[in-house]
């Protein structure tokens, strides 16, 4: 059987790695979306944050 997805067992692109996303959806931001150091933004302004989950 073989197996795709990532993996702590695996190497390359397929290795999992222990790391997150912060994901913050504020009222107002720059631009439709935007993104700094360990934060990705999808303000309500834009409606990022629906287009993102739905």
Known sequence: ?????????????????????????????AGYANATNGRVMFPNSTNAGDDLFH
Do not use: V
């Open 1 to 29: 059987m073989q197996q795709w997805g990532l993996s702590e067992e695996t190497t390359d692109i397929n290795h999992k790695y222990c790391q997150y996303i912060h994901i913050a959806n504020a009222d107002d931001g």
